[in-house]
């Protein structure tokens, strides 16, 4: 089973100010080529070329176990660890990885809307680029988890109250 889903958007769901463009979580064990093969051609990347997210866009990206490194144009080898979370931005070239002798677990949404643009910039976070250090297997984590379960079963059926599940989850960050 692929262990990310990835949400068609319509514009009704645009209107609305907050919708989900994906889930998923997965582990890359120790030597294990990264990324996965099966990721959409949209999100796939290589480590030479890295990547953008479209625009309205933005990711958590959270490390679960493991260690790895994340750069963007203007920083370079920035450490990740369990607890680790980075908040991807639209049209912010990065690139990611886990340390090839040791792997990571990770976990993530991809999210977009006006309401998005409006709490990822000052004075809600400093971004772009967004790395916190959150306690891992704490609230956060938690909950992330709990919401990827539920994208992954209903996100056809409830996309407006899963995509709100997502902006309380951001706005736990700010509290």
């Known amino acids: 089973m692929n262990p990310f889903l990835y949400c068609t958007v319509g514009e009704t769901q645009r ?12 582990e890359t064990a120790p030597g294990e080529p990264y990324p996965h093969d099966y990721h959409s051609s949209d999100y796939f990347f290589t480590w030479n070329k890295g990547r953008r997210l479209v625009a309205g866009e933005y990711q958590l990206l959270y490390i679960r ?4 490194v994340i750069e963007f144009k203007r920083d370079k080898g920035i450490p990740l660890e369990a607890g680790s979370l980075v908040i991807l931005h639209p049209g912010e070239w990065h690139r990611y990885r886990p340390d090839p002798k040791i792997g990571w ?11 998005l643009a409006r709490i990822f910039r000052k004075p809600f976070f400093a971004g772009p680029p967004t790395v ?3 306690e891992p297997g704490g609230r956060f984590e938690h909950d992330l988890l709990d919401l990827i ?3 992954r079963a209903k996100t056809a059926d409830a996309p407006y109250s899963l995509a709100l599940r ?3 989850l951001v706005a736990g960050l700010i509290e």
Do not use: C
């Open 65 to 68: 176990a493991g260690r790895g």
């Open 15 to 26: 209107l609305f100010g907050v919708y989900l463009t994906g889930a998923g979580a997965e």
């Open 149 to 151: 379960d539920a994208i």
């Open 132 to 134: 916190l250090r959150l």
């Open 105 to 115: 677990s990770e976990a993530y949404i991809g999210i977009g809307g006006d309401h």
């Open 166 to 168: 997502a902006l309380t």
